[in-house]
């Protein structure tokens, strides 16, 4: 069965940590992407990779870097953690083909205290 | 105006209902439609995949495309409580933007079928 794997499931961390986030895809999707999802605010695209060590900012990048160093991980980091950054964050990969859906991972419900 | 709109709900059915859930959207541009399931806690899963318009039916499940009007549904025959989620829709333009497969989500309708 296919899937994306996000390392955890729920995290607590304290404001100003540097935290990491891991998705694994075993697929071999070229696009990936990290969204967040809030409460009436929907899906929102933080960042996207559609190569190896390729990296594009999505619509709310402020306050995230992303790694991408082989094509099956892509990594989401908070370089100093903030409360308005508790959210739920899902891990996605996709085909290049435009015609592609995403294949989600669970997500890591993230609160930062 | 955001390029895809969504009714929030929530929506309360009782078990055995037809339910109707739908998207407008903005661009005509848009070729492929989807629709995803979103149990609680847990990620979006693929439901449903149109190209442009016409009706797709796969089991109780039927999504709809009105590219004329830029209007999308959902339909669920017969809806039981495991129905019970938020049903996001989606679309793609069918080309690559910006070098990948971007696809434009709806903020999602919250679905509660209750016994």
């Known amino acids: 069965d296919v899937k994306v794997t996000q390392s955890s499931r729920y995290l607590v961390k304290r404001t100003g940590e540097k935290v990491f986030l891991e998705c694994v895809q075993d697929?071999?999707?070229?696009?990936m992407f990290w969204y967040r999802q809030d409460p009436g605010l929907g899906l929102r695209l933080i960042y996207f990779?559609?190569?190896?060590?390729?990296?594009e900012k999505g619509d709310i990048p402020e306050g995230y870097s992303v790694s991408r160093e082989k094509k099956e991980r892509f990594s989401l980091i908070l370089e100093s953690a903030s409360t308005n950054q508790t959210s739920m964050y899902l891990c996605a990969s996709s085909l290049i083909a435009p015609r592609s859906g995403y294949t989600f991972g669970s997500g890591t419900r993230l609160t930062v205290v | 105006q955001k390029e895809v709109e969504q009714d929030p709900g929530p929506l309360s059915v009782p078990e055995g209902a037809i339910v109707s859930l739908n998207c407008t959207y903005s661009?005509?541009?848009?070729?492929?439609f989807m629709w995803y399931r979103q149990y609680s806690r847990k990620g979006p899963e693929l439901l449903m995949y149109t190209y442009s318009s016409g009706n797709k039916e796969d089991g109780r499940f039927t999504a709809q495309v009105d590219k004329s009007s830029k209007y999308i549904s959902l339909f669920i025959r017969d809806s039981q409580p495991s129905d019970s989620a938020t049903y996001l829709c989606?679309?793609?333009?069918?080309?690559?933007?910006?070098?990948?497969?971007?696809?434009?989500f709806g903020a999602g309708t919250r679905l509660a079928v209750h016994p």
């Open positions: 989606a679309m793609s333009l069918g080309g690559l933007s910006g070098g990948y497969n971007k696809l434009i």
């Open positions: 990779s559609y190569d190896v060590k390729m990296k």
């Open positions: 661009n005509s541009a848009f070729q492929y």
């Open positions: 697929m071999d999707h070229e696009n």
